[in-house]
């Protein structure tokens, strides 16, 4: 695990901690809070830079650490649009929800660190979502509302990004489509 991340780990726990939060639901939401409040005061985790179509691949295996031809087996690129080109049996999570955001996921890592775009509209997710025949069209938001993910806006406006959490989850969920 990177160290950065590492350190804004134990300090959001030593926070936690000490604010003396009982409450479980609370508790997971002030330690997202907390652990994206340390990534952002120490730097990202994944910075983000102005990047052309050209420069998508390796910018994307230099931010995850991952072969750009691994890439390659789970993203396509048309130009400024991505698309996951893997099975959706192959996406992780045991319930069509976990697969969601797993996928949702795997975009938002994708158009921030491959094109540079920090917020990613939910009409381009929930297009990925019907490409790969995830989509739930009574549930797709309300399984984007977890600590993986922070939203921008109102309805037809409404824009993600990762949240701290949700950048080191999606290394675990490459790692388990990769291997």
Known sequence: MDIKLQEAFKKAQAEIESAGIADLELKK???????????????????????SGLDFWPA??????????????????????????????????????????????????????????????????????????????SKYSKNLKHEWFRAQGVRKGLAWRLSASGLSQVRFILLAIAK
């Open 60 to 137: 994307l295996s230099n931010s995850t650490g991952f072969e750009e031809r691994k890439l390659k087996d789970i993203y396509a690129v048309d130009g400024d649009q991505i698309r996951l080109v893997i099975d959706k049996e192959k996406i992780p999570g045991e319930r069509k929800s976990e697969k969601q955001r797993s996928l949702a996921a795997l975009v938002l890592l994708a158009y921030h660190n491959g094109l540079g775009q920090e917020w990613v509209a939910s009409s381009v997710l929930a297009e990925a979502a019907k490409h790969s025949k995830l989509y739930d069209t």
């Open 29 to 51: 939401i002030a330690f997202a809070k907390a652990i994206d409040y340390f990534l952002k005061k120490e730097g990202s985790l994944f910075p983000a830079k102005e990047k």
